[in-house]
C-alpha cells in the first residue's frame, strides 16, 4: 500500500482495509467524464435545435452555454491528457507531439 499523506490521516483517519489504494481508476473516471460531457453536448444540441424549430431568437444565455460546454469540454481534454490546457499554454507548446 503506497505511504499515506499525514495530514490525510489526521484530517480523516487511515483507509479502511478493504480499500486497495494501489487500484488504478484513471479508466473508469475517464469514461464516467466522457459520458457526461456527451450528455452535455446533447442536451446543449437539443436546447439550440428547439430553439431553431420554435423560431426563438437565441439569446445570451445560449452563447454563455455554449462558451460554457467548450470550456468543459478543453477541461474533459487536458483532464484526460493529464496537462492543465487552460492555465499551462507553454507546457502545451513543449510538449505538443503528446497532445494529438
Known amino acids: ?3 499515506v499523506d499525514p495530514f490525510v490521516l489526521v484530517a480523516f483517519g ?3 482495509d ?10 473508469r473516471n475517464d469514461i464516467i ?6 450528455l452535455a453536448i446533447l442536451s446543449v444540441l437539443a436546447r439550440w435545435i428547439s430553439r431553431k424549430i420554435s423560431g426563438a431568437h437565441y439569446r445570451a444565455d445560449d452563447y454563455i452555454i455554449l462558451i460554457a460546454l467548450v470550456r468543459s469540454a478543453l477541461m474533459v481534454r487536458s483532464a484526460i491528457h493529464r496537462v492543465n490546457l487552460l492555465l499551462d499554454p507553454m507546457y502545451c ?3 505538443r507531439e503528446h497532445l494529438v
Not at 20 to 27: F, M, P, S, V
Not at 33 to 38: C, D, E, Q, S, Y
Open 33 to 38: 467524464t466522457g459520458v457526461f460531457l456527451a
Open 93 to 95: 507548446y513543449w510538449h
Open 1 to 3: 500500500m503506497p505511504e
Open 14 to 16: 487511515p483507509p479502511p
Open 18 to 27: 478493504d480499500i486497495n489504494l494501489d487500484a488504478e481508476t484513471e479508466t
